[in-house]
């Protein structure tokens, strides 16, 4: 799964680099835009079958590919 949340993280974010870097932190390197974390957002619920409330997350949880990983597999747990 990690990988591919890398492989869509960089199709969003326009950034390829972000394939190979499952630590990348997102946000610090101005790559995750609101428009990109909507896009994201929607193609993990979609992808995945869960549901993703954005006023249930803190920004930790999208800040890099591994910790979006990781929140979906809690998701996938919960449902």
Same mark, same amino acid.
């Given at each position: /799964?990690?990988?591919?949340?890398?492989?869509?993280?960089?199709? !969003?974010? =326009?950034?390829?680099? !972000?394939?190979?870097? &499952?630590?990348?932190?997102?946000?610090? @390197? =101005?790559? /995750? @835009?609101?428009? $990109?974390?909507?896009?994201?957002?929607?193609?993990?619920? @979609? *992808?995945?079958? !869960?549901?993703?409330? &954005?006023?249930?997350?803190?920004?930790? @949880?999208?800040?890099?590919? *591994?910790?979006? $990983? $990781?929140?979906?597999?809690?998701? *996938?747990?919960?449902?």
């Amino acid at each position: /799964m990690l990988e591919d949340i890398c492989a869509i993280a960089a199709r !969003v974010c =326009q950034a390829p680099e !972000v394939a190979g870097q &499952p630590d990348r932190n997102l946000y610090e @390197d =101005q790559l /995750m @835009d609101s428009l $990109a974390f909507l896009q994201l957002l929607y193609t993990l619920e @979609d *992808r995945y079958g !869960v549901e993703i409330y &954005p006023t249930r997350l803190c920004r930790e @949880d999208f800040a890099s590919p *591994r910790h979006i $990983a $990781a929140l979906v597999e809690r998701l *996938r747990c919960q449902g």
